[in-house]
């Protein structure tokens, strides 16, 4: 015979459904967490602010060995040692850390993972780069409309238009052999290969006459065209444009259907090489909303000399 008082304590069905779909939500939440720190989209230390200010949130249940293991370079064997050394046991999770246990795991990590600092001063030389299909090119689009004041630079490539791309308003659609010339006459004040197959670069009369009107310039442009900006014109600012996370940054590649399966891969290697990059730059956004992440973007321009 059943015990009437045992059945009436089990939950209903619609009850353990719920939990079992939000236990399923919460696991994706975390896996989501450690690919964002295994790509860097975000640092440990912003994932360690998380958890602290909401220790129910992904980053709060997160259990610390699983953080510490989804951070580059560190395997299990540095894992185990790490937590000795700090005296956190391994079923630890990042919300449910004491104060000196969360202060000697924010030590470690500054110490070896410093955050970028963004260094003082604005300049009317705004350089806009990130990985692949982080919606740069939306965002300095969205500039353009809203900012008519800032000009912002049109790119040479010689790879094919995307769908409507129109040249001259997207890029400067060229061949090798225009390309080589622009090169050959200097008219380039940055080039690249990227992902190793087609050329891109940025012409320096229109910046060079902008800024000489005290106008302020945006570059969108790649990795290695920011580090020769920055060898060349050391003043300019560059600002760094972040995806709200990792698979979002996949969601978009894979949405606008540009690339097929190989150059997708391609392409996603690459932005595992350029978000480690980040540190380099000087100012970074999250590409979330774009109004805002153009709002932002400009707020970091120096717009002295035009208010004059």
């Known amino acids: 015979m059943s015990d009437p008082a ?7 069905e619609v009850d353990r459904a719920a939990a079992s779909r ?4 919460a696991r994706r939440a975390r896996a989501s967490l450690k690919r ?10 912003e994932v360690l602010r998380r958890a602290v200010a909401d220790p129910a949130s992904a980053a709060g249940t997160l259990r610390v060995p699983d953080f510490l293991t989804s951070l580059p370079a560190i395997g299990e064997g540095k894992r185990d040692r790490v937590l000795t050394d700090l005296g956190i046991s391994p079923v630890k999770r990042l919300g449910g850390l004491g104060t000196r246990q969360l202060r000697a795991l924010g030590d470690w990590l500054d110490q070896r993972m410093p955050e970028p600092r963004p260094r003082p001063g604005r300049s009317r030389l705004l350089v806009l780069a990130g990985p692949t ?33 129109q040249d001259g308003v997207h890029y400067y659609f060229v061949d090798d052999d225009q390309f080589d010339r622009m090169l050959a006459d200097d008219e380039l004040l940055e080039h690249a290969v990227v992902h190793n197959k087609h050329r891109y670069g940025t012409p320096r009369g229109p910046i060079e006459k902008a800024l000489d009107e005290g106008r302020t310039v945006l570059l969108e442009i790649d990795l290695q065209g920011a580090r020769q900006v920055r060898a060349a014109e050391p003043s300019a600012s560059l600002v760094f444009l972040l995806p709200p996370s990792w698979d ?25 090489v350029e978000l480690a990059a980040q540190g380099e730059f000087d100012f970074h956004v ?5 109004a805002e992440a153009a709002r932002q ?3 970091l321009a120096d717009t002295s000399a035009q208010a004059d």
């Open 133 to 165: 299909a982080v919606g740069k090119g939306t965002v300095s689009a969205r500039i353009r409309e809203d900012h008519p004041e800032i000009l912002v630079s049109v790119s040479a490539t010689t790879r094919p238009p995307r769908p409507g791309e």
């Open 297 to 299: 973007v400009v707020d």
């Open 6 to 12: 045992a059945g009436a304590q089990r939950p209903p």
């Open 248 to 272: 979002e940054l996949v969601n978009r590649l894979v949405g606008r259907g540009t690339e097929d399966a190989e150059e997708r891969s391609r392409r996603l290697r690459t932005a595992r």
């Open 36 to 45: 964002d720190l295994a790509t860097r989209v975000v640092t440990p230390q």
């Open 22 to 25: 939000k236990a399923v939500a």
């Open 286 to 290: 999250v590409n979330e909303d774009v």
